[in-house]
Structures are given as C-alpha cells and as structure tokens.
C-alpha cells in the first residue's frame, strides 16, 4: 500500500512557524512534492526532495527522511495569504505517477 | 514551468448525458494525468494519458466511464460517461516531463443534477 498520512487541520498565527508533517508507507519511490492548494484554486508546486535533508526555498522548507519514512514542510513567517491546502505526494519515477496524501487545511489567524 | 489550460472551467449537466473536457499544454510534454477531486478531498488519480496508444487507468476507473484520447504531446481529452451527481467533481489535467515535476491546470468543476 501506499498510505499517506497527513494532519486534517492545523491553526497557526500570522508572523509565526509551523511544521506539517507527512508519513508514508511506500518505498522504490522517487521523491516527495509538497503542492499548495487554495480553495477553488488547482494546485501549486512548493517543493520537491529526493534526497534526504532539508531544502529551503525563501520562507518554505521541506524535509525529508527516507528511513524513517516521513517528511514534512515548514513555513516561516507566517502570512494571511498561507492559508491553503498542503499536499504531499509521493512520486515514482518510472510512469511520473504520483499519489496525493488527503491535505492538511491550514488557517493563518491575525 | 508548462502552462496548462482546460475547457469547460466548469458545467452543469443532466444525468445520463456527457462531458468532454480538454486539455492543452503550451508546450511538448512526456506525461499527461487526469485527476478527480470530491469537494473536501485531495487528488485522486483516475488515469495516465498515453500518446499514441490507450491510457493506462488505476483501481476503480475504467475506459468505458472515462474514456481519455492523447493524439499529440499538448492535448488531452477526458469524457465523463453517463454521468450521475456521484461524478459532480473537479476534474484536473496534470503535464510533465519523466521525473519532472507537475503542473496543474485550473481544473474543471462538473455538477450533474
């Protein structure tokens, strides 16, 4: 199987961090995306790791951990407009298929 | 980055009839998807859009409900069989390059009544 886990919601304040994580139970894959969605809106590529460790890209960072199975993604300096959807997917090389976890629904507050 | 377009953006149709959705990309690209996604659900993949030759569908979908042509590297079509409010949904195209990342199009929102 593939199971993808993410948290369903997350609350966090303007101006701070927060971390969502991603677990997964798949291996041979290639990488992990981590896509942005807003509501009515397709979603958007924030970033891609294949190699373990942390990539950084401006106030977004994402992790991952290949034997430990998990990544997550890190927003800094949080803003109203961050309010979105967050994806990850697990991605496999050989067809560019990719399986979406459920999303976690993040709501920035003032 | 690919810039990827779909027609209608959205439709609301009767039970029973179909839809066609296109899908166009600006440039050549390897791989085509299609995806669903249920109000308050992620993305679920309906099939792989292969040039040339039939898509390739996951668990659950099947060619006489979703029938898919690719007859270039820019242009898809995905058509909604004989639908029912179970199919009201966003259907979205994907493009991208072997081991690329993918880019979404806008999607398109179906309500059948």
């Known amino acids: 199987g593939q199971n993808i886990d993410q948290p369903t919601e997350m609350t966090a304040t303007e101006g701070a961090i927060v971390q969502i994580n991603c677990t997964y139970q798949?291996?041979?894959?290639?990488?992990l995306f981590w896509y942005q969605q807003h509501a009515g809106e397709a979603p958007t590529f924030l970033s891609y790791?294949?190699?373990?460790g942390l990539e950084e890209k401006g106030r977004f960072s994402s992790f991952l951990s290949r034997s430990k199975g998990y990544s997550y993604l890190l927003l800094k300096e949080l803003q109203m407009k961050d309010s979105a959807s967050y994806l990850c997917?697990?991605?496999?090389?050989?067809?560019?298929?990719?399986?979406f976890g459920a999303g976690t629904r993040l709501t920035v507050k003032p | 980055s690919a810039v990827i377009s779909q027609k209608p953006s959205r439709d609301i149709c009767q039970r029973g009839t179909s839809l066609t959705i296109q899908c166009q990309v600006d440039s050549q690209v390897t791989m085509m998807f299609w995806y669903r996604q249920q109000p308050g659900q992620s993305l679920t993949l309906i099939a792989t859009?292969?040039?040339?030759?039939?898509?390739?569908?996951e668990s659950g979908f099947v060619i006489d409900k979703f029938p898919i042509s690719r007859p270039n590297l820019t242009f898809s079509t995905l058509t909604v069989s004989n639908m029912s409010p179970e199919d009201s949904s966003i259907y979205l195209c994907s493009a991208g390059g072997q081991g690329d990342e993918q880019y979404f199009g806008p999607g398109t929102r179906l309500t059948v009544t």
């Open positions: 997917a697990v991605h496999y090389y050989n067809n560019n298929d990719m399986r």
């Open positions: 859009a292969n040039q040339g030759s039939e898509a390739t569908y």
């Open positions: 798949t291996s041979g894959f290639n990488g």
């Open positions: 790791n294949v190699l373990d």
